[in-house]
């Protein structure tokens, strides 16, 4: 018996001393997913009001171009307008070349495309940080609930999804909704 605890204890001291040196990889939980969100402060709105929500962008270690669908059901939101916001996207050096941001509120959807030029100016970062790159204002048309979405299906359009310098399309980018619970009155 004392020699199969002797035993015992070699073996649990061996598989200490190998697994003590090995870089297993990182927490799972701890990984920064690049995601393109829609994000506004609060999650209620009253039928007419107006409120203010971002499209911005995380984890995505170079960006060149950008295409993205905002998608919505034309019963219950309209956009009321769209910005670009360039502060991050022009902060490489390159000029912002917006190719579409239009609004199709009877269609329930818009359409936002715009690039870098030097796309040698491209920026990004793998940190876990949103930057803005779009501001919106969203009216609310009835009661309900009601989801702003965001779509870069690339194999829809061509024109969506988050591009490298070199033309490449970025893949594995997650995206993020907001939805508000409209109400009639207070």
Known sequence: ????????????????????????????????????????????????????????????????????????????????????????????????QQMALNTFNEAGYAKVVLAIFPTTNAVGDEEDAYHSVLSIRVRAKSAGNATLSISIDNSTDSDLGVFKANGELWTGIATANHSWSVTNSK
């Open 1 to 96: 018996m004392k020699r199969f605890i002797i035993c015992l204890a070699a073996t649990a001291a061996m598989l200490l001393l190998l697994t003590a040196s090995c870089d297993c990889g990182s927490d799972p939980e701890d990984e920064v997913v690049p995601t393109i969100a829609v994000i506004s402060s609060g999650n209620a709105m009253l039928v007419g009001e107006v409120v203010e929500a971002q499209v911005k962008i995380k984890a995505v270690p170079e960006v060149a171009g950008l295409g993205f669908k905002l998608n919505y059901d034309p019963y219950k939101l309209e956009i009321v307008s769209l910005t670009r916001d360039d502060s991050w996207l022009a902060s490489g050096g390159g000029t912002i």
